[in-house]
C-alpha cells in the first residue's frame, strides 16, 4: 500500500504560479499511475490531472487543462504539480493518489493534502 504525503501549497495570487509535491513510500511508485484531486469547501472530491507510469500518458479536467502540468520522477518516488494562471477557483485542498481517468483506486490511501489558496 503506497502512501502519499503532498506539500508546496500556499497562498498565491491570481495569474501566479505554485508546485506541489507529491512523495511516496511504501511500494514502488513506478508502478502506478497517479492522480491530482482537489477538494474545495463545499464541494466533492474531484480527479484534475492523471500521469501514467512512464508518463506516455496524460489527461486532465477541463478546467485546468492549458494552466496545470502533471510530471513525475519515479527515482525521487514524486509526483508534481505545476501550476499556472492560477484562479479563485483553484482554491482547494490538493491531494494525490493512485488513480486513473480522474478516479481514485478503490483501495487508495488519503494523505493530509495540501491547502492552495489563490488571493489577492
Known amino acids: 500500500q503506497l502512501q502519499f504525503v503532498e506539500s508546496g501549497g500556499g497562498l498565491v495570487q491570481p495569474g501566479g504560479s505554485l508546485r506541489l509535491s507529491c512523495a511516496a513510500s511504501?511500494?514502488?511508485?513506478?508502478?502506478?499511475?497517479v492522480c491530482w484531486f482537489r477538494q474545495a469547501p463545499g464541494r466533492e472530491r474531484e480527479g484534475i490531472a492523471c500521469i501514467s507510469t512512464t508518463s506516455s500518458a496524460t489527461n486532465y479536467a477541463e478546467s485546468v487543462k492549458g494552466r496545470f502540468t502533471i510530471s513525475r520522477d519515479n527515482a525521487k518516488s514524486t509526483v508534481y504539480l505545476q501550476m499556472t494562471l492560477a484562479k479563485p477557483e483553484d482554491t482547494a485542498v490538493y491531494f494525490c493518489?493512485?488513480?486513473?481517468?480522474?478516479?481514485?483506486?478503490?483501495?487508495?490511501?488519503w494523505g493530509q493534502g495540501t491547502q492552495v489558496t489563490v488571493s489577492s
Open positions: 511504501g511500494g514502488s511508485l513506478r508502478y502506478y499511475n
Open positions: 493518489g493512485v488513480g486513473w481517468d480522474m478516479s481514485p483506486a478503490p483501495a487508495n490511501s
